[in-house]
């Protein structure tokens, strides 16, 4: 049985290429706009295995959408990544200090973006 | 990947417009938190966009822009004038280099390098160094080879007791590291004190992992990237040595693991160094007790105990894809137009069969498929409407540039954003607006300095502005500039031979020649506007449209120019007349009212104009210009009285037959160059029903009373 992963990103062109690769490799993947829609779409979906999630999203931002999957007991462990063009050092310490698994930071290939993956789910 | 990239420019088009409405307000209001958090915003995911699709230039310069941004945003530097130029002209440069992201276009090359010392340099001004992007292909792994040469590795990995929380596994870790090659893998699991206390989220076991292989170090410690920060991970290189293959080594590691708990750096130097010098004299090693050597490998390890319970459903999994909206080619949706419309012809086919024939079974199949295709019509034609905000931040923009140029002072003001026209309506309709806003703001307001004198306030108000009304569109822009002279426009249509001196017409009418070719009342051609070619074309689009414009002015105190556009253009509701037997459409939008008159009024009149409540109405005999046989004088004809934004006119026809929703469709080159027909319809039984022009009949009858008055 495949793995559902959870996008969320504002970018259309973002959500294409990570949902392509994910597909590619064999993950069925659910994408959102932003963090809310992202919460929405959680809570009506429970084989969600995985979080890929954008930092900087309107109506609701990564961090605090992390926060909220956290607050959920029944997503308090959902391994959860972080999407992101902040490289600082700052960023990836307030994600993980919020509960995040991991990051990738953007630009990346897809091959990088699998090994991370693997990292977290497998 | 073609497509991709396809999403990619449209998305990037689609953020740029969004930068530029939300520059366009900074400029209005500099110090709008939430605009600058919008504006860093939009080049932020524009910046993550560029750099994925491997697009450098176009991410580095975004970076720069992003940079200004997010120091205003953080309060270290302030909106200013500058910065705001500098932006639009980068958005202008972006525009551009988005379809030419390498720069091959030399103009782009040079604007890029300027743009980019603009850039900078405002960046320096506030004593910021601008910070290289990290647009640079993901780092390759150090390339340090050990001419295949294993050696071992020791990785100490002991995650915090709270590793788990966040969704880590430990174990795809360990398995990462065991795929680099030969391993031995040592777990520790700490005791469980109390079972009837113990948290199974805790994280209790650490491990010690062996590794034989030739990896570069950096390539290990990558595998513990997101570990760093939530366990203390050592990793020490014993290189030359092969100690996993080494039975010495493996009855040691053994030994130590039944007597103590953790193995540390210093433990293994030391077992190192030993054994250098017993893999010297491994000839004399006994190997008897290689069977009982006991290695845990973590296949062994029940840490499922301790992993938390993530909660992933066992349930069948349905494929699912969220979208909110989608992209559809215009294309396609024309042809669905195009179906919808044969489809509402068909109904009307059958319709006019089930009125023939009285099969109760087929009435109520007929009578579905009828409600059907309404909505299916309704759906269709939703689905090809826009709003017209989407136009309309491109004229503030044009607001913005031309009034700067022309040294006044304006307040762009738009309203109704949210009316919905056809897309195909909009595209056409954007050049007019944009000549007769420009034209608004070259001609129409004044000065700063002339208005103040004129006790008028100093900025000038251009209000561009859209409803409803039946089903037609009305797009309405008001300035309150200087306003049309009558008079000078009059004297200027004498001088051109528009008309003679002693013509007496309306105000209304005196305007409707700025509409004519050739006709500017510029004293001074500036570059904006005013050349004398704009306003006719401006007329032609709208009239091409269905539309009709009509200006109204008062001096000093401004204008209006109105554009009426029908909703649709090509299903449209009618009124099915006859004359002769011949069948016509007048397009229900402009029926104002329907008459019936005995014949001999229109026979004995000289004016042409009948009395209808108590009104003169002007009126057109359609037998008499279609060159049919006039009715007998006691025989009664329909009057239907159609108008456009102001004129009213009657056109007498034989029969009202009644409402039909008519599929407009064109009626071929042949036919263009004649002015009462704008196409035609199929009816039911398959005849073909003629849609009148209504507003060219009311334009060429408005010329035919004033080629009377010249004669």
Not at chain 1, 12 to 41: K, P, T
Not at chain 2, 69 to 98: C, W
Request: charged share 25%; glycine share 4%; net charge negative.
């Amino acid at each position: 049985m495949a793995k559902t992963i959870l996008i969320a990103d504002d970018s259309e062109s973002i959500r294409a290429v990570v949902g392509f690769a994910l597909r590619e490799a064999g993950y069925d993947v659910i994408v959102a706009n932003d963090g809310q829609h992202a919460l929405d779409l959680l809570n009506q979906n429970d084989q969600v295995s995985l979080i890929v999630s954008d930092l900087n999203m309107p109506v609701k931002d990564g961090i605090t959408f992390l926060k909220d999957v956290r607050s959920l007991d029944k997503f308090k462990y959902l391994p959860f990544i972080i999407l992101t063009t902040e490289s600082q050092e700052t960023k990836k310490m307030e994600a993980k200090q919020s509960g995040a698994t991991g990051w990738i930071i953007k630009p990346f290939v897809k091959e990088k973006l699998i090994a991370v993956i693997k990292k977290v789910i497998r | 990947m073609d497509q991709m990239k396809a999403i990619y420019i449209q998305e990037a088009n689609e953020l740029l417009e969004n930068l530029e409405v939300s520059l366009l307000s900074l400029e209005d209001n500099p110090s709008d938190k939430s605009n600058i958090e919008q504006v860093f915003r939009v080049m932020h995911t524009l910046k993550g966009n560029s750099s994925m699709f491997g697009l450098a230039v176009i991410a580095e310069f975004v970076h720069d822009l992003e940079t200004i941004y997010d120091k205003i945003r953080q309060g270290e530097m302030t909106l200013s004038k500058e910065i705001l130029n500098t932006t639009l002209a980068s958005f202008d440069h972006l525009n551009k280099i988005i379809v030419d992201s390498e720069l091959q276009d030399p103009d782009n090359k040079k604007n890029h390098a300027e743009l980019i010392q603009r850039i900078h340099a405002l960046i320096h001004v506030e004593g910021v160094v601008p910070t290289p992007t990290k647009v640079e292909e993901v780092a390759k792994s150090d390339v340090l080879t050990l001419d295949g040469k294993n050696r071992t590795i020791h990785i100490s990995f002991e995650p915090d007791e709270t590793f788990l929380l966040d969704g880590s596994n430990p174990l795809l870790l360990i398995i990462e590291i065991t795929q680099f090659g030969k391993s031995i893998v040592v777990p520790h699991i700490k005791p469980v004190e109390d079972i009837l206390t113990f948290d199974p989220t805790k994280c209790l076991t650490s491990w010690d992992i062996f590794l034989e292989t030739d990896v570069p170090i950096s390539q290990i410690q990558d595998v513990f990237v997101f570990a760093e920060m939530s366990a203390s991970i050592s990793v020490s290189e014993y290189p030359c040595v092969e100690l996993i293959s080494n039975e010495t080594f493996n009855k040691k590691v053994s030994e130590l693991v039944q007597s103590e708990s953790l193995i540390s750096v210093e433990m293994i130097s030391q077992l190192v160094k030993e054994l250098g010098i017993a893999i010297e004299t491994s000839n004399t090693t006994e190997i008897s007790e290689s069977e009982k050597i006991e290695i845990h490998s973590f296949d062994e390890v029940k840490i499922d105990e301790v992993k938390p319970d993530v909660p992933v459903a066992n349930s069948p999994l349905v494929k699912e894809k969220v979208v909110s909206s989608i992209r559809v080619s215009s294309d396609k949706l024309d042809e669905l137009m195009n179906l919808v419309s044969e489809l509402v012809t068909t109904q009307a086919s059958l319709t006019l069969y089930n009125q023939k024939n009285e099969t109760p079974e087929l009435e109520i199949i007929s009578e579905n498929i009828e409600k059907l295709s309404r909505r299916l019509r309704d759906i269709a034609f939703g689905m090809t409407l826009v709003p017209i905000n989407n136009m309309f931040g491109r004229f503030q923009r044009l607001v913005r540039d031309v009034s700067l140029a022309l040294n006044k002072e304006v307040q762009f003001v738009t309203e109704g954003g949210e009316t919905e026209l056809d897309k195909s309506i909009i595209e056409t309709l954007t050049d007019p607006l944009m000549h007769i806003i420009r034209n608004s703001l070259d001609h129409g307001l004044e000065l700063p300095e002339t208005r103040e004198k004129l006790g008028k306030p100093r900025k000038g108000t251009v209000k561009l502005k859209a409803f409803y009304s039946g089903i037609s569109v009305y797009i309405q822009i008001i300035d309150d500039g200087k306003g049309i002279d009558a008079e000078v426009i009059r004297e200027k249509a004498i001088s051109k031979g528009f008309m003679k001196p002693d013509d007496v017409l309306t105000d209304k009418e005196i305007f409707d020649f700025i509409f004519y070719p050739g006709f500017s009342t510029a004293a001074v051609v500036t570059d904006i506007s005013g050349r004398g070619v704009g306003m006719d074309v401006v007329k032609r689009n709208i009239t091409e449209l269905k539309g009709a414009i009509l200006v109204e002015s008062k001096v000093n105190v401004g204008t209006t120019l109105t554009i009426k556009l029908p909703l649709s253009l090509s299903i449209i509701d009618g009124l099915l007349v006859d004359v002769a037997n011949v069948n016509y459409i007048i397009p229900l939008s402009v029926v104002d009212k329907c008459y019936e008159v005995e014949n001999r009024q229109m026979m004995n009149n000289f004016n042409e104009l009948l009395v209808l409540d108590d009104k003169q109405v002007p009126f057109i005999n359609i037998r008499k210009e279609f060159g049919y046989q006039p009715l007998s004088g006691s025989e009664k004809s329909q009057i239907i009285v159609v108008s456009d934004a102001e004129r009213k006119v009657g056109i007498s026809v034989d029969h009202i037959v009644g409402e039909y929703q008519a599929v407009v469709k064109p009626i071929g080159k042949y036919y263009k160059n004649q002015d009462f027909i704008s196409g035609a319809t199929i009816l039911g039984d398959g005849s073909i029903a003629l849609v009148m022009d209504s507003h060219k009949i009311i334009d060429l009858y408005t010329e035919h009373v004033k080629y009377d008055m010249k004669s």
